[in-house]
């Protein structure tokens, strides 16, 4: 069964740091892209981070460069999100999902497998 599993959430701290996980299972991520989204309450989902399989390139929201790293590890079948310097306007629900080989446009509708989320609250 292909499956994408998202954990690491939680509630922080502004100005504090949560590292995401997105897990696959069924399948390999080694053809594929993987991208990090994230939904707030009200809003439509937005494209956050994204790694290519072909040769790693990446891709940051304006928002969120400078602040987020993605990482994949082929082994573990793994694709992490370190988030640092978290901002309340962090806050959301955020999901993995994979589309073949290359980010392209890091947009909801082009990527598919979506896992069940992990919250993500960033308050004082």
């Known amino acids: 069964q292909v499956q994408l599993v998202e954990s690491g959430g939680g509630l922080v701290q502004p100005g504090g740091s949560l590292r995401l996980s997105c897990a696959a299972s069924?399948?390999?991520?080694?053809?594929?892209?993987i991208g990090w989204f994230r939904q707030a309450p009200g809003k439509e989902r937005e494209g956050v981070s994204c790694?290519?399989?072909?040769?790693?390139?990446?891709y940051y929201a304006d928002s969120v460069k400078g602040r987020f790293t993605i990482s994949r590890d082929n082994a573990k079948n793994t694709v992490y999100l370190q988030m640092n310097s978290l901002k309340p306007e962090d806050t959301a629900v955020y999901y993995c999902?994979?589309?073949?080989?290359?980010?392209?446009?890091?947009?909801?509708?082009?990527?598919?497998?979506w896992g069940q989320g992990t919250q993500v609250t960033v308050s004082s």
């Open positions: 790694i290519s399989s072909s040769d790693g390139s990446t």
């Open positions: 069924g399948f390999t991520l080694d053809y594929y892209a």
């Open positions: 999902a994979i589309r073949p080989r290359w980010c392209g446009a890091v947009v909801a509708m082009e990527f598919g497998y």
